[in-house]
Nanobody, 125 residues
Framework: HVQMVESGGGPAQAGGSLRLSCTASGNPISGYCMAWFRQTPGKEREGVAS???????TYAEFVQGRFTISRDSARYIQSLQMNSLKPEDTAMYYC????????????????????WGQGTQVTVS
């Protein structure tokens, strides 16, 4: 079993930056697809970015060019650098891992991820 704990959320000004981190514990995450999702009240959780063991990343169109996902599997950490933040980026951000699918198959679909963190709130004003 893998436990995921996010950190780094908080308030930010439009145009500013935040860096989210997710630390995994339990089973090694080598080979897992890692991702970030976000959710606002009343809306479905949506995929933001995913990254594989070789740091090959996939991004949702709405963060392309602004967010950067990375991982250090040896240290069980993945990060999301968020730049040029917009008020519409306000959401609860969740890190996730998929032990069942590689990133090409998992894509950014919530159903393919079987480990989730509790979330960290990002508020952009």
């Amino acid at each position: 079993h893998v436990q995921m704990v996010e950190s780094g959320g908080g308030p930010a000004q439009a145009g500013g930056s935040l860096r989210l981190s997710c630390t995994a514990s339990g089973n090694p995450i080598s080979g897992y697809c890692m991702a970030w999702f976000r959710q606002t009240p009343g809306k479905e959780r949506e995929g933001v970015a995913s990254v594989d063991d070789n740091n090959r990343a996939t991004y949702a169109e709405f963060v392309q060019g602004r967010f950067t996902i990375s991982r250090d599997s040896a240290r069980y950490i993945q990060s999301l650098q968020m730049n040029s933040l917009k008020p519409e980026d306000t959401a609860m951000y969740y890190c996730a891992a998929s032990s069942r699918y590689d990133c090409a198959s998992a894509s950014l679909m919530t159903i393919t991820y079987n480990y989730w963190g509790q979330g960290t709130q990002v508020t952009v004003s």
